[in-house]
């Protein structure tokens, strides 16, 4: 693909195909084109780098490829507390809030995960439904007292990608962003 940029308004807009489009547009239409191993990929470069981590095992991604692997947890780190942070990667979009409730039940069952509930700090479930009611949003968030679950959108991922990651623009969708230094 070839990509032009223009400049307006201090918003870079992407002229590709001879239509006009913004970075974020594209980023978040590429994220969703991504093959599910791809996004998963995507997914925990990106939550390394978001929540500063030293460690990250990814086991529902086969080494060296963009294929995924039948595993509970996707992704897990050990932080300095010796708690676990379990990351589920999800692009259903039929039936989303289920599909998500279940990635959140599943990654809280000890009999799936091998570990004890009581050593897991935070579900982290990323999901590519841009629809989500707030009270679907707050039933999933609130279904358990005994672990911290948070969503990360496809929103506020393309926001974060744009803003302060954007290598992993280029790197996994192909997008370069400007950085607007003079060289």
């Known amino acids: 693909d070839n990509y032009y940029f223009l ?11 001879g239509f006009l489009m913004s970075i974020f547009n ?20 990106y939550a390394y780098k978001k929540y500063n981590l030293t460690n990250m095992s990814d086991i ?18 050990l932080d300095e507390n ?6 589920m990667y999800g692009t259903v979009e039929s039936s989303p ?6 990635d ?10 091998g570990i004890s509930i009581d050593k897991v700090d935070k579900i982290i479930c ?12 707050e039933k999933l968030i609130n279904l358990y ?14 926001h974060d990608i744009y803003n302060c990651y954007p290598f992993l623009a280029f790197d996994h969708l192909g997008i370069p962003i400007d950085s607007n230094q003079i060289s």
């Open 7 to 17: 400049c307006y308004n201090k918003r870079q807009i992407i002229l590709k195909g």
């Open 26 to 45: 594209d980023i978040e239409m590429k994220i969703k084109s991504l093959s599910p191993g791809a996004y998963q990929r995507l997914c925990s470069e």
């Open 60 to 77: 529902g991604g086969k080494e060296g490829t963009d294929k995924t692997t039948i595993g509970v947890p996707d992704s897990y780190s």
């Open 82 to 87: 010796d708690k676990y942070l379990f990351f």
């Open 97 to 102: 809030v289920s599909k998500i409730e279940s």
């Open 104 to 113: 959140i039940k599943d990654a809280h069952n000890p009999e799936k995960t």
């Open 126 to 137: 990323f999901h590519t439904n841009t629809n989500m009611r707030a009270s679907s949003k």
């Open 145 to 158: 007292d005994d672990v911290k679950i948070e969503l990360v959108d496809i929103d506020s991922m393309t």
